[in-house]
């Protein structure tokens, strides 16, 4: 009989470690950042895939880093050598990739937490964070969506931003032709973290 309590006290001090629902936590398996600042008859637009990303639904947290010396310019009314020309400035002049080498997105969403990832579908989401680059930080709310499909969650999003207000000074001869705001398109897809043990 004690034998029996013996081991009935040891499976109910385990169970709660089976039990366990592991966290609902999400790593970048690729994605794509794009910009594009606008004119009224054409556009500059680059494309980075130096991207990296976290998504935690338990907590409701969505974290994207990506390497500013990934962007390339790829404005497809530009010949090739201007292209090449454009991104050297943007990297040295603009954005000084060097000294400033990554940009950070670190967000929370309560509409994260209420994502079921063994069901497929699309989930609206509003996210409030911190933007950071070229050494500035400031809060944003951006909207996007997540896609859930075969365990896999979709993340886009598409925003503006006035690259004035990270201290990124693009020249009044090249503004005058654009307008001031910059549209950010994040794309990315996410697979759960496998887990340790």
Known sequence: MKLILKIMILLGALLPLCSKVPAQQYQLRDGKVHFAIIAPASEVTADNDSLAGNLDLDKGTLRFTVYVAGFAITA???????REGATY???HYYFDSERYPVATFNGTSAALKKIDP???GTYEITCEGKLSMHDV???ITVKGTVTMKDGVAAVSS???IDPHDYKVRIPESITRFYYKDMKISVSAQMVRKARKG
């Open 137 to 139: 930080v400031k809060t």
């Open 76 to 82: 497809t009314d530009m010949p090739q050598l201007m």
């Open 118 to 120: 063994s069901k497929d």
């Open 158 to 160: 598409e925003f503006m």
């Open 89 to 91: 400035r943007f990297h």
